[in-house]
Each structure stands twice: as structure tokens, then as C-alpha cells.
């Protein structure tokens, strides 16, 4: 079936560099891509989305790229902080609806002061 | 805005118990989703309400039910409560229907099944 995943499990970076996380998604009709993040404790967090129109989305310290060529998302943080540890999901859909939306397994990111 | 509240935050029920789980959302959102998160399968979609009707439901059994008041108040239930049916159960409100993207998670209920 289709599926989500993501390429690394862990990622461990320097406060203050910048952070990539992947994720690779195999169902080409997804026109819908989201990134959570989730804190110890506490349910997933919004952090960015992105179209399959476009191929690039910048938010705050954030920036979500697209390849469709070979279906890959990625997340971007720059200067990364000690309060973005934590794990990040992407997630991809056909549409809005909720029961279209697959989540992937969640990179933990943990960042060393 | 107070977040969505979901009570209890914790729970321990027994194979073959049910198990009531609750979720308040944001003040205005008519939306409520709910959502199971297992180390092994990772976040999977429950079901979602809207105006109290039932819009989504995802591939779960049917052990598996909710309703929604008309405060948007949303009550999911778990019969015959299964071990694999330990897990994080978290619900999410929108002032959207299948808002995907405009979501807003609560902490969530730890359930586990003994």
C-alpha cells in the first residue's frame, strides 16, 4: 500500500546549525504534504504545509521543500534551538480530509547545546 | 484560547474492559478528530465529527465509536478492550471539516490495556 516514511530515525545537531529532516512518500497522487512536530508530553503541533503546486514554503525559521520528481519532502530549520528538540512528522494526503492523511513514523531531532 | 483539553490524561483498564475518552475543544471549532499513536504504526486516523454527525471514520474495528454533543464536546469509546489496543489517543479540533493542516491537537489520553 502507500506509504510514508522517513530516511533518518534520529537526528542529533548543534544548537545553532541548521537542521534537515527527510521524508520520502510513494503516492504520487498526494497533492498535500504537512510537517508536525511533537513535544515530549504533549499531541503534534502544526508547524508547516505545502501544496504540490509549488515546490518551496518558507515559514519561520522553517522552509519545506518538495521534490515530485522522486517524491521527497524535506524540513528545514535554521538555527536551530534547544526547544526544537523534539520528534517531527511529515504527513501526505490526496486532499484535506482527514482519512486521506498518512502520517510517517517521526524523526526525533535532539539538539546538543 | 484555551487548547483542546482531552481527560483522562492517563488510564489503565484491563483486556475485555471499555474505556470513555474525552475531548473539549477550542472554543468555536466544530470539528473533532480523533487519533490513535503507536510506536509500531505510528498516528492513524480514528474518525471525525462535525455538528455531532460522524463525517470520516479510518479502517479501526468497530469496538471503536464516538459522538460529539452539541457543545462540540466528543466522547470516543473502546469496548472489549484488546492489549494492542494500548496506545496514545489524541484528539484534534478545527474550525474546518477536513481541515488537514488547520489542526489542533490536544496532549492526548495514555491508555493501556493489561
Known amino acids: 500500500g502507500e506509504s510514508v516514511g522517513l530516511h533518518l530515525p534520529t537526528l542529533s545537531v548543534q544548537e545553532g546549525d541548521n537542521s534537515i529532516i527527510n521524508c520520502a512518500y510513494s503516492n504520487s497522487a498526494s497533492d498535500y504534504f504537512i510537517w508536525y512536530k511533537q513535544e515530549s508530553g504533549k499531541g503534534p503541533q502544526f508547524i508547516i504545509d505545502i501544496r504540490s503546486n509549488m515546490d518551496k514554503r518558507q515559514g519561520q525559521r522553517v522552509t519545506v521543500l518538495l521534490n515530485k520528481t522522486v517524491k521527497h519532502l524535506s524540513l528545514q530549520i535554521a538555527a536551530t534551538q534547544p526547544g526544537d528538540s523534539a520528534v517531527y512528522f511529515c504527513?501526505?494526503?490526496?486532499?484535506?480530509?482527514?482519512?486521506?492523511?498518512?502520517f510517517g513514523p517521526g524523526t526525533s531531532l535532539s539538539v546538543i547545546p | 484560547k484555551a487548547g483542546v483539553t482531552q481527560t483522562p490524561r492517563y488510564l489503565i483498564k484491563t483486556r475485555g474492559q471499555q474505556v470513555t475518552l474525552s475531548c473539549s475543544p477550542i472554543?468555536?471549532?466544530?470539528?473533532v478528530s480523533w487519533y490513535q499513536q503507536t510506536p509500531g504504526q505510528g498516528l492513524q486516523f480514528l474518525f471525525e465529527y462535525f455538528s455531532e454527525t460522524q463525517r470520516n471514520k479510518g479502517n479501526f474495528p468497530g469496538r471503536f465509536s464516538g459522538r460529539q454533543f452539541s457543545n462540540s464536546r466528543s466522547e470516543m469509546n473502546v469496548s472489549t478492550l484488546e492489549l494492542g489496543d494500548s496506545a496514545l489517543y489524541l484528539c484534534a479540533s478545527s474550525p474546518l471539516i477536513g481541515g488537514a493542516g488547520e489542526q489542533y491537537f490536544g496532549p492526548g489520553t495514555r491508555l493501556t490495556v493489561t
Open positions: 504527513a501526505e494526503s490526496e486532499g484535506t480530509s482527514y482519512d486521506k492523511v498518512i
Open positions: 472554543s468555536g471549532h466544530r470539528s
